[in-house]
């Protein structure tokens, strides 16, 4: 996984991108869980620490199944969503671009490329930038990364007409 994060810390350069993408489907959404958690849980520990003092027992209770039951597999569900939508809007930019990727390919290079952009809304938003801003960011710097990425691709061989 530390491997995986310095490889993706190193994106768009060749080398990394090609060390990723060695990498199993299982091994990059499981990368994706575990970055998110740790971006995450300084939020958590916080609406932990703060609750509400006048929630009752039952409450407090359902409130923290909810904090480390359901929140994990929320942000399960959104990456997993949000990585396919944004690899379904790469799969057009590769092929406006006229290279030779396959969905899967993308899906992974959006996963890993996606960490930079992460790491820097999370610290934007501890910083009280405005959310548009910090999304208008977030798809600035990854949309370049994976244009960059894309290109390095080989383009798709035209049919000659004989």
């Known amino acids: 996984m530390i491997q995986s994060f310095w490889n993706s810390v190193r994106l768009p350069k060749k080398e990394a991108m090609f060390q990723l993408n060695r990498n199993g489907m299982t091994h990059t959404i499981s990368y ?6 740790l971006l995450f849980m300084p939020d958590m ?8 003092s006048s929630l009752t027992e039952v409450s407090r209770g359902q409130y923290l199944v909810q904090m480390f039951v359901f929140y994990p597999l ?9 990585v396919s939508v944004l690899a379904g809007v790469c799969l057009l930019m590769r092929k406006a671009m006229g290279r030779k990727l ?17 790491i820097l809304s999370v610290l934007l938003k501890t910083l009280a930038v405005p959310d548009g801003v910090s999304a208008l960011l977030f798809f600035t ?10 290109a390095i ?9 004989s």
């Open 102 to 118: 396959t969905y899967q390919q993308l899906w992974k290079m959006t996963a890993y490329a996606s960490t930079l952009p992460l």
């Open 45 to 52: 520990i916080y609406s932990v620490l703060y609750l509400e």
């Open 32 to 37: 994706l869980f575990i970055l998110l958690a």
């Open 153 to 161: 691709y080989p383009k798709t061989p035209t049919k000659r007409s």
């Open 74 to 82: 929320f942000i399960i569900f959104l990456i997993l969503i949000g």
């Open 141 to 150: 710097v990854f949309f370049y990364m994976m244009y960059q990425m894309i």
